[in-house]
């Protein structure tokens, strides 16, 4: 128990850190150095440098040079990130589970922003920035479903139920437009189960998706459709 809170408390940090280091840029500091980042987050250059290189990876910075610049995934998604932050946290209050939001970013969902579990044995710590198939994963359904991405030509086996017949995938998407939210179990990874329902901007075009995230024992078959509708209502 030690070594999760533990571990809790790093991904609470890191994550922290991270949110920090991204606003630490404003329209009049487009571009800041490695120094300038561990002056405002108080770390070790290493460490800033190394939390840069990591957002770097995902897409949310460039480097330019010597200098880091906001990278065009990270403008995108501010506003959104900040205009759902209260649903979300009002969604993990409720269900107790892991919520996260998810964009597309090139042919990948890419989870932008994260709300861990309440729960100690939970499936937080780790998805900002984590790239995922979108066929294997309920926010990736989700925007296959609205358009905002496209199937894969192969669609990868994970685990046992992972889809992987484009027909089958289809009738699933289908499903998913009719009951405004999509399912993910055991198809990512064994024992992970996942909800997710379209975040529409104001003209009604899906531009991300939220979603549940926890184990299989407590997101049990029958939750399925409750956590599915709260996740569309929020």
């Not at 998805?127 to 030509?153: D, E, F, S």
């Not at 939210?181 to 992970?192: K, S």
Request: proline share 4%; with cysteine; aromatic share 4%.
């Amino acid at each position: 128990m030690i070594t999760n809170e533990v571990a809790r408390n790093a991904t609470s940090q890191t994550a922290e850190r991270v949110l920090a280091l991204l606003k630490t840029f404003d329209d009049s500091r487009m571009e800041l150095g490695v120094a300038d980042l561990a002056r405002a987050l108080d770390v070790h250059k290493s460490t800033a440098s190394r939390l840069a290189a990591a957002l770097e990876r995902t897409g949310f910075l460039t480097r330019v040079g010597k200098l880091i610049r906001l990278g065009s995934l990270a403008l995108r998604s501010f506003d959104l990130v900040a205009t759902m932050q209260p649903a979300m946290e009002k969604l993990s209050q409720r269900t107790g589970e892991t919520v996260n939001l998810a964009v597309a970013d090139g042919a990948d969902v890419l989870n932008v922003a994260e709300v861990p579990s309440t729960y100690i044995l939970s499936s937080s710590g780790g998805w900002i920035g984590r790239r995922t198939r979108p066929h294997a994963v309920a926010n990736g359904k989700v925007l296959l479903a609205y358009g905002v991405l496209r199937p894969p030509a192969v669609l990868e086996r994970y685990t046992p139920r992972t889809v992987t017949s484009l027909d089958t995938l289809a009738a699933e998407l289908a499903g998913v437009r009719a009951n405004g939210y999509a399912t993910a179990v055991a198809e990512l990874e064994e024992g992970l189960v996942a909800v997710a329902a379209p975040v529409f901007d104001p003209a009604g075009t899906c531009i991300a998706a939220l979603s549940i995230t926890g184990p299989e024992y407590r997101m049990l078959p029958g939750t399925l459709d409750e956590l599915g509708r709260l996740c569309a209502s929020a």
